[in-house]
């Protein structure tokens, strides 16, 4: 059974940073592309940073220069560092993985599995 679960979620001040992490059980990261998305009240999920096997990574362009996705393959994990947070990257952040082929355009319906959400608020 695949299971992904995120952490690191937080409310943070406008400017500040966070780490968030996604440790899977029941695939290997390496097999996949990963990546995070977010999705904020009223508003369609949006991917934010995806990374395939080849380590080829695509952003979005409200967080490119800010945001930073890695993974650890020994720890099955991914990660989402994110610097000089705006009120607008407020969102639920799910981590996701699918056999995708390419990474841009990135579409969450191509990814199969999905984790919970960890909640991220930027707010003064």
């Known amino acids: 059974q695949v299971q992904l679960v995120e952490s690191g979620g937080a409310e943070v001040s406008p400017g500040g940073s966070l780490t968030l992490s996604c440790t899977a059980s029941g695939l290997t990261f390496d097999d996949y592309t990963v990546g995070w998305f977010r999705q904020a009240p009223g508003q369609e999920r949006e991917g934010v940073a995806v990374?395939?096997?080849?380590?080829?990574?695509n952003y979005a362009d409200s967080v490119k220069g800010r945001f930073t996705i890695s993974q650890d393959n020994a720890k099955n994990t991914l990660y989402l560092q994110m610097n000089s947070l705006k009120p607008e990257d407020t969102a639920m952040y799910y981590c996701?993985?699918?056999?995708?082929?390419?990474?841009?355009?990135?579409?969450?319906?191509?990814?199969?599995?999905w984790g919970r959400g960890t909640q991220v608020t930027v707010s003064s």
């Open positions: 990374i395939d096997n080849e380590s080829k990574v």
């Open positions: 996701a993985a699918g056999r995708v082929l390419y990474i841009a355009p990135v579409c969450p319906k191509d990814y199969e599995y």
